[in-house]
């Protein structure tokens, strides 16, 4: 069975950044690709990036592109999510999830995903 945890969320002002990590359990976790999404109270969630633990690839929304990266560390099971220049509209619930074997690159919709983190709140003030 897998699970996952994220951390790192927290509260910061506009322009700040945080850095969330997510650490997964399971079996053959790295031949799966991990992605993150987000929900903002009221909203439905939205995709944020993805990452290919197979290839090395990345893929994000355009809402976020170029302020938030996502890196991988296989030995340590962890994906992270570095957030720059982060804006109030960023505020939401921050989700991590395991993508479906053999979905097509990039994962970019809720279908693709089969386990998901908790959740962890990002509030940027301002």
């Known amino acids: 069975q897998v699970q996952l945890v994220e951390s790192g969320g927290g509260l910061v002002q506009a322009g700040g950044s945080l850095r969330l990590s997510c650490v997964a359990s399971?079996?053959?976790?790295?031949?799966?690709?991990m992605g993150w999404f987000r929900q903002a109270p009221g909203k439905e969630r939205e995709f944020v990036g993805t990452?290919?633990?197979?290839?090395?690839?990345?893929y994000y929304a355009d809402s976020v592109k170029g302020r938030f990266t996502i890196s991988r560390d296989n030995v340590k099971t962890t994906v992270h999510l570095q957030m720059n220049s982060l804006k109030p509209e960023d505020t939401a619930v921050y989700y991590c999830?395991?993508?479906?074997?053999?979905?097509?690159?990039?994962?970019?919709?809720?279908?693709?995903?089969?386990?998901w983190g908790q959740g962890t709140q990002v509030t940027v003030s301002s």
């Open positions: 999830a395991r993508g479906l074997y053999g979905s097509s690159w990039p994962n970019r919709y809720e279908y693709e995903y089969e386990y």
């Open positions: 399971g079996r053959s976790f790295s031949r799966y690709n």
């Open positions: 990452i290919s633990w197979s290839g090395g690839s990345t």
